[in-house]
């Protein structure tokens, strides 16, 4: 059992944990951030990402004793006053359909839109591979991302 310091979008926040336990447990857990969804379990499904200092990562395969420190954003930290322009796109475009994958799916294209203001599709593709939606929502992310990277809603 230890105690963690990190950055926790935007606010430093102190926890008492096992040094091994996924920051996916923490965050929903601990700390009550519940945004972030469980997944799999194995990283290979991408419900769970955040950014770790501006990276996207599975924060299931993320023990808390690595992020002590750090910078850690879920969905609830993206924007701290109104929609991100990433989530606007996503409502215009009407993209979830259970929008379990969603959280993860956004995180992953703010994460593309910062180092990729204008993306082609295949920069579309390849930063989004790691995420699986099971309703094959795939087509309106890609048009949601697009229309973000134009500015958003309208």
Not at 114 to 141: F, H, K, L, Q, W
């Amino acid at each position: 059992m230890g105690t963690f310091k990190m950055n926790l979008n935007g606010d430093q926040v102190e926890v008492e944990a096992l040094d091994d336990t996924p920051l996916l447990w923490v965050l929903r857990d601990h700390l009550g951030m519940t945004g972030t969804k469980y997944g799999c379990g194995k990283a290979l499904c991408g419900a769970c990402t955040v950014h770790l200092d501006g990276t996207p990562v599975r924060s299931c395969s993320i023990q808390i004793s690595s992020v002590e420190g750090k910078n850690v954003t879920t969905i609830e930290g993206i924007s701290k006053t109104e929609l991100h322009p990433v989530q606007k796109a996503w409502i215009a475009e009407d993209v979830p359909q259970c929008g379990y994958c969603q959280s993860g799916q956004i995180m992953s294209a703010v994460a593309l839109l910062s180092n990729t203001p204008n993306p082609t599709d295949e920069d579309i593709e390849t930063a989004m591979s790691g995420n699986i939606c099971r309703c094959g929502t795939y087509v309106r992310i890609r048009r949601a991302i697009k229309r973000a990277a134009k500015g958003g809603a309208s």
